[in-house]
């Protein structure tokens, strides 16, 4: 039987419409706020990609195996490179090339190649589809589109704020009641030294990160499993408990990390980001985004009204460049999850009506001439954006109406010969039933 790869999804005319919808809203948000577009290619050099999402991201990039496979003499070696890649690890013998995990990176390797050509603060958007090898559920898939904003080339405060209000515009737009979750990876760093040294940030986020679908136990099971000590593990659960107020919050934080410098500028900066918004935007240190080149402010964007993982996030990376040999360009974006947005969107039927509109009038075949002549009738409704098409061939009524039906086309129109004679449609609201005779000249204004 035929079928698709597991986690990609074929999109019909009206999933499509509203996506686009979905797609319109964030990017006049981006270009009402100064963001310009980007592409870049589907897949990258596998070392572009590699070491860059942690040992966890790693895993789920779709590699690309090199062409020329097929010669004969290279069988034993591509069996012994295949033999590696099982293994986890890399051979360029079988695989030089990915699918890109996310966008973030290929901005990276795109700021780092013409740094020298670029305009900084240099604020981009791009919308492109991403591939993952993760494990399909509801709300992830493999194959899914990502809505990104960065600003490179700047430490300002301002740019995580305008990021903060960014997200509030487009879901607002969308109807959405989100909560916009911020934290700062220096407050986990300070955690981490709590503990005993930054050696212990990359555990720790990762564990933390999981702590919404695993639960505090098995949190606290992870860190053991990665050689914190009970008194290490107990530390980070005092942390994970904190709550209360935004402000009770940063003040319990406060206590806890005591005099640590690290610690301190990142309750600063969060505060500062805070201090722009009174709702929508609030604190959750239980946040980590378990990605290694975040440096500053973490976001993440989850629907209020429905089950749903988060739908938006991002952070600051000071020194992401730096990973392809260009250092001390900082930079800070977000992402939006526009196959999550689409759900949460269709649960709490958000989508606006309009968005269904296809065909606006069918013009029924009637003959050879009288097809003709509706042709030339709706080339010019055509010209003034009125959607119509003409039934491809002489058919029965009812076979033509079903068309109509299926297609959930408002209008029906009848040109025969006595009607070319009169200049006067008959035209049927398939709806109401309510059928008129109009003018040619008037069709425009009744359609439109």
Same mark, same amino acid.
């Given at each position: 039987?035929v079928? $698709?790869?597991?986690g ?9 419409? *509203?996506?686009? =919808? $979905?797609f319109?809203?964030?990017r ?8 310009e ?15 860059k999402y ?17 010669n004969?003499a ?7 490179n295949f ?26 390797? /795109? ?7 670029? #305009? ?8 492109q589809? &991403? ?15 990502q ?6 080339? #700047? ?11 960014? /997200?509030r ?6 109807? $959405? ?6 934290n700062?990876?220096?407050i ?7 503990? %005993?040294?930054h050696?212990?940030l990359?555990?720790i986020?990762?564990? $933390?990160d999981?702590l @919404? ?8 099971e992870?860190?053991?499993a990665?050689g ?7 530390t ?13 919050k ?10 640590d410098?690290e ?7 969060? *505060? ?5 918004? !009174?709702? #929508? &935007?609030e ?8 990605l290694?080149?975040?440096? %500053? !402010?973490?976001?993440? &964007? ?7 993982? #988060? ?19 900082p930079?800070?974006?977000i992402?939006? %999850?526009?196959?999550?947005i ?5 649960e709490l039927k958000?989508m606006?009506?309009?968005?269904? *509109?296809?065909t606006?009038?069918l013009? =029924?075949?009637?003959?050879e001439?009288?097809?003709a ?5 709706? +080339? ?5 954006n ?8 002489k058919a029965?009524? @009812? ?5 109509a039906e299926r *297609? ?7 040109i025969?010969?006595?009607?070319i ?13 309510? +059928? ?8 425009e204004?009744?359609?439109?």
């Amino acid at each position: 039987m035929v079928s $698709i790869p597991q986690g990609t999804r074929d999109f019909s005319a009206d999933v499509v419409r *509203k996506r686009n =919808f $979905i797609f319109s809203t964030i990017r006049q948000v981006f270009e009402i706020y100064g963001y310009e577009p980007l592409e870049t290619p589907a897949m990258e050099n596998l070392d572009t990609l590699m070491g860059k999402y942690g040992d966890e991201g790693d895993k789920l990039i779709f590699k690309i195996l090199n062409n020329g496979l097929d010669n004969p003499a290279k069988h034993e070696q591509a069996r012994n490179n295949f033999e590696q890649v099982l293994a986890g690890k890399n051979s360029s013998g079988i695989t030089e090339r990915a699918l890109r995990y996310d966008l973030t990176i290929p901005f990276a390797r /795109y700021v780092a190649m013409n740094h020298g050509k670029l #305009s900084f603060p240099f604020k981009r958007y791009q919308v492109q589809p &991403v591939w993952r090898a993760d494990r399909p559920q509801r709300g992830r898939y493999r194959e899914f589109y990502q809505c990104d904003a960065d600003v490179v080339g #700047s430490t300002s405060l301002m740019n995580e704020v305008e990021l903060a209000a960014m /997200y509030r515009m487009v879901f607002l737009r969308l109807g $959405i009641n989100v909560s916009i979750r911020i934290n700062n990876r220096k407050i986990l760093a300070a955690l981490a030294n709590l503990c %005993g040294g930054h050696q212990y940030l990359t555990d720790i986020t990762v564990a $933390i990160d999981k702590l @919404d679908k695993i639960g505090m136990e098995k949190v606290k099971e992870e860190l053991a499993a990665k050689g914190l000590k009970e008194e290490q593990i107990s530390t980070i659960e005092k942390y994970l408990l904190i709550s209360g107020t935004d402000e009770e919050k940063i003040n319990q934080a406060e206590q806890l990390l005591g005099n640590d410098e690290e610690g301190k500028k990142g309750l600063e900066e969060m *505060k500062y980001v805070l201090s722009f918004f !009174t709702d #929508s &935007v609030e604190t959750d240190l239980t946040l980590a985004r378990g990605l290694n080149y975040y440096t %500053g !402010t973490i976001f993440e &964007v989850k629907a209020r009204d429905v089950q749903m993982g #988060s739908i938006g996030g991002g952070g600051r990376y000071d020194d992401l460049t730096g990973l392809f040999g260009v250092k001390g360009i900082p930079g800070v974006g977000i992402s939006f %999850g526009v196959d999550r947005i689409y759900d949460v969107m269709e649960e709490l039927k958000l989508m606006p009506d309009h968005l269904a *509109k296809g065909t606006r009038a069918l013009f =029924f075949n009637m003959g050879e001439a009288e097809a003709a002549a509706a042709f030339r009738i709706m +080339q010019d409704l055509r010209e003034k954006n009125i959607s119509a098409e003409l039934y491809h061939e002489k058919a029965k009524f @009812d076979k033509q109406f079903k068309y109509a039906e299926r *297609k959930n086309i408002a209008f029906a129109v009848f040109i025969g010969a006595d009607e070319i004679a009169t200049q006067t449609a008959v035209v049927k609201n398939l709806e109401s039933g309510l +059928q008129e005779k109009v003018p040619f000249g008037d069709l425009e204004t009744y359609l439109g």
